[in-house]
């Protein structure tokens, strides 16, 4: 329903013009029919005074929704500054944390998963082994493998060891 503000003070200006002349009216008739006009007129004007408040109301709480999605967006802007994507090693992606000034934050890596997703959640260390360091999102629960952490394949012989056979 489109609401016009004018009306609402056209509508209360013609129920006053009515009040006006209920007094020169000289038949109880013509006085009760002045007064139903008028009783008309102001439940006209209270359905417009609160479909006003209704339609306030509804802009105040999207307001507020805008200036909260501006604070979400403005705290992940002041993310994004301080992390940049890499690779770790072919075809493994995270964001790295840039040691900014004297930021006393150690440095980590983020979910790139979860970063598209404007969520900050670091990888944790899950273990390491011979293929390297595997690393998990507690958020997302995505596995990475660092392959540059890769351990040397040992069989136990060291550099200047022969081969003896029992035979």
Known sequence: ???DPSS?????????????????LNTEVERN????????VLL????????MQEKQSLLL???????????????????ERQYELKE??????VYAYKKID????????LCAKCYSERKSYILQLKLESASGHIYIC??????????SKAMPFDLGFSSGAKLRSSW
């Open 1 to 3: 329903m489109a609401f």
């Open 138 to 147: 507690h958020n997302c629960n995505s596995e990475i493998i660092d392959h």
């Open 88 to 93: 770790i090693t072919t075809g493994v992606f």
């Open 102 to 109: 004297d930021s006393r934050q150690p440095m980590h890596w």
């Open 8 to 24: 609402l003070y056209v509508s209360a200006k013609a129920a006053y013009e009515i009040a006006k002349g209920i007094s020169s």
């Open 44 to 51: 006209s004007v209270q359905s417009d005074a609160l479909s």
């Open 33 to 40: 029919n002045a007064v139903s006009k008028v009783l008309e």
């Open 61 to 79: 709480t999207e307001k507020d929704d805008l200036i909260k999605k501006i604070a979400e967006f403005e705290k992940w802007s002041e993310i």
